[in-house]
C-alpha cells in the first residue's frame, strides 16, 4: 500500500501555517503539586469525598457506563433523577441530559434550527454555540458583545419567521455576564427565542447557585436554558431545560442526544450529590465570592490588567501572545498552574492569562498568586 503523498502534504501543511503563527498547542500533563487556578472546578466539588463516593456507589451499583444510548435501553433511573432535580434547581418544568455540553449546544441548534431560521449570535459566543449554528445550516448573524441595540438592529432587519438569539451567561474567556434583562426584553420585541447557555454561571451565581438565569427568569423569558456540569458541579456532562414540548422536541430531533451512549450512571449520582450540595451549603459559593473580591482587591493595588468581571474568571489582559506565555511559564515555575489564552480562542491582540478561582484555594493560594503575579509585572516594566 503506498502511503498517501496528498494527505501527508495537507497535515504537514496545516501544522506548518499553525507552527508558522506560533498557535500550535502543547498539551502538557497535570501536574497535581502545582496550584491550580486554570481550571472550572469553582466550588471544589470535583474532588469533593462525597462526590466521589456517589460516583462510585453509582458505578458500582448500576455498572461502570450506561451501555446504551437513552432511546434503547441506556436510560436509568439515576438519569430520571437527576433530569427532575435539574429542571426543578432551574425552575422548568423538564430538563434532559447530555453527554457534554458541546454536544448539548450542537444538538439544541441542530434540532431547532434550518436554513429558515436566524441565529443572533454574540460576539464573543462559545465554539460550541457557533458551530451548532453551522451544523443547522440556519444563517448566523453576530452582534457586538453584550450589545442589545446591535442585537435589535439585526433582528429588525431580518425576514425569517423563527429568529434565534443565543448567548453565554457568564462569557467563558472573560467572566463578564449577559444582560439578560435586555435579551429578554429585545427577544421579545422581535419575537425571537432566547437560547442561554450558562456553563459558567449554574452553582457560581443567582439564587441557590441557580446561574443567571436560573429561577428569575422563567420558560417564558428563556425559553431554552442550556448547563454544564463540569464546571461548577465538578461532574460531567450537561442538560438542557426548558418547557415540555421543547424537551420533548430534543429528545426525538436532536442527533447528538438520540446517536450516543447515555452519561454512566455514576456521573448522573455524583453529579445528584453535587447539586445536594450546592443547594444545601451555600458556604461554598460565600468563600468564593470572598476570593473573587480579594483577589480584585490586591490585583487592582498592583496594577494589573483586569477586566470587569465579578465571576471567577478574572482574565488578565496581557496584549501579545509572548507576553502571556511568558508570565504563565513564569508562574508554572513557581509552581502555579494558569490557563494562557490565545488566538484562534480570542481575537488577536487580545491573548490573555485566564484566571480561575475556586472556593478549594486557600487565602495563601491566593496570595501566592499574586506574589508571582506582582514579580512577573515588576520584571516587565
Ligand atoms: C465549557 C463550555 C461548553 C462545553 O461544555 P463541555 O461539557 O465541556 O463540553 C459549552 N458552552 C460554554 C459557554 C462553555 O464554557
Sequence with gaps: ???????????????????????????????????????NDYLGLAKDPRVQAAQAEGARRFGAGASASHLVNGHHALHDDLEEALAAWTGRERAVLFSTGYMANLGVLQALADTHT?????????????????????????????????????LARSRCTHKLVVSDGVFSMDGDVADIEALVRVSQQHDAWLMIDDAHGLGVIGNNGSGCVGTRWGSDQVPILVGTLGKALGTAGAFVAGDAQLIDHLTQFARSYIYTTAQPPGVSAATLEALAIVQREPEHRLRLARHIDYFREEALRLNLPLGESRTPIQPLYLGGESRVLQWAEQLYQAGIDVGAIRPPTVPRDESRLRITLSARHSRRDIDRLLETLAACHLEAL
Design 118 to 154: 436566524a441565529i443572533f449570535h454574540d460576539r464573543l459566543n462559545h465554539a460550541s454555540l457557533l458551530d451548532g449554528s453551522a451544523l443547522s445550516g440556519a444563517r448566523s448573524r453576530r452582534y457586538h458583545h453584550n450589545d442589545s441595540d446591535d442585537l435589535s438592529r439585526l
Design 1 to 39: 500500500m503506498p502511503v498517501s503523498e496528498a494527505w501527508h502534504q495537507r497535515l504537514a501543511n496545516a501544522r506548518a501555517v499553525r507552527q508558522h503563527a506560533r498557535q500550535w498547542r502543547t498539551r502538557r500533563t497535570r501536574q497535581p503539586h502545582l496550584v491550580n487556578f486554570a481550571d
